[in-house]
């Protein structure tokens, strides 16, 4: 999920909706932020281990993989599209039972695919470092504050990651700089990524609170709409080149790896197998 959310492109939403854990994600976030005192120590263990995974990948994306992204960003996304390719096929079987017969809609698949490349469209040629984290002002800590709510929306939705947005905003490299900045002991951001940390705070019990609503009411949409939002992040993914620091063209049939994309299929399918044995393993031990 760390490794998705901190590139352009694939949300770490969409590797949690993969992997089968994005439902429990959202229940154990919701209830562990507004719940009662049981239900957060109910959610906190599956929250801490996430949260632990969540930060180490976030770590070694900062420290190390940012400038590998820029080199290998072919071979990353060519991973990230075969992930998505196998996903659509396996939701549609995990969930075959709320959305068979419902064809109608097909509508909100529609908009999740139209969705990602509209927001694309809005990125800018570059990932823009104009704005200055070591200035304290209330002004940009408000700017912070509302671009994390919006950020941490997408960060938990399958589709567009946060990353995109940041770009769209261009606040993307001032962040990433900013953290790095930090983990190398340089404390003159700390005050701007407390805003921004707060913000992302709130974007998270908002996001949560509604998508887990929709989970609840009107889960044959919803599962049509994330397929959508799966389909149409292959665009972002594509165009996910062109949105870094240093742009870079979109990727072609000439840069796509043949090879990368079916390690990455394979990989969700072997995750997938893994996850079915452990939930045979589970009620088996239950009878």
């Not at 492109?9 to 993969?18: E, M, N, P, Q």
């Not at 196998?86 to 969930?95: F, L, M, R, S, Y």
């Not at 589709?159 to 930090?182: K, R």
Request: aromatic share 10%; with cysteine; hydrophobic share 55%.
């Amino acid at each position: 999920m760390a490794v998705a959310d901190s590139v352009p492109g694939v949300s770490g939403g969409t590797i949690a909706f993969l992997l089968g854990f994005y439902e429990k994600f959202i229940n154990s976030a919701h209830n562990f932020l507004m719940g009662t005192n049981e239900e957060r120590k109910a959610a906190f263990p599956f929250l801490f281990k996430l949260g632990i995974g969540w930060v180490a990948g976030f770590s070694v994306c900062v420290l190390i993989l940012s400038t590998l992204f820029h080199t290998y960003i072919y071979e990353i996304s060519s991973v990230f599209i075969g992930l998505t390719l196998i996903a659509v096929p396996i939701v549609i079987i995990e969930e075959k039972e709320y959305i068979k017969g419902k064809y109608l809609n097909l509508i909100f698949t529609a908009i999740g695919i139209a969705v990602v490349p509209l927001l694309m469209m809005l990125s800018p040629a570059t990932g823009g470092s104009g704005v200055d984290l070591t200035q304290v002002s209330i002004g940009l800590a408000i700017y912070l504050f509302i671009a994390a709510i919006i950020a941490v929306s997408a960060l938990v939705l399958p589709g567009i990651s946060g990353s995109t947005l940041l770009l769209i905003m261009g606040l993307y490299i001032p962040l990433i700089s900013a953290v790095s900045a930090v983990m190398h002991l340089d404390f003159a951001y700390v005050p701007m990524l407390i805003a921004f940390g707060l913000g992302m705070i709130a974007g998270l019990a908002i996001s949560v609170k509604v998508i887990r609503h929709c989970f609840a009411c009107y889960r044959p949409q919803t599962i049509y709409l994330c397929i959508g939002l799966l389909i149409g992040s292959l665009y972002a993914i594509a165009l996910g080149s062109t949105t870094l620091a240093e742009p870079m063209p979109a990727m072609s049939w000439q840069t796509f790896n043949v090879g990368l994309c079916i390690l990455g299929a394979a990989i969700l399918a072997a995750l997938q197998l893994l996850k079915k044995r452990t939930e045979k393993n589970v009620n088996m031990k239950r009878e």
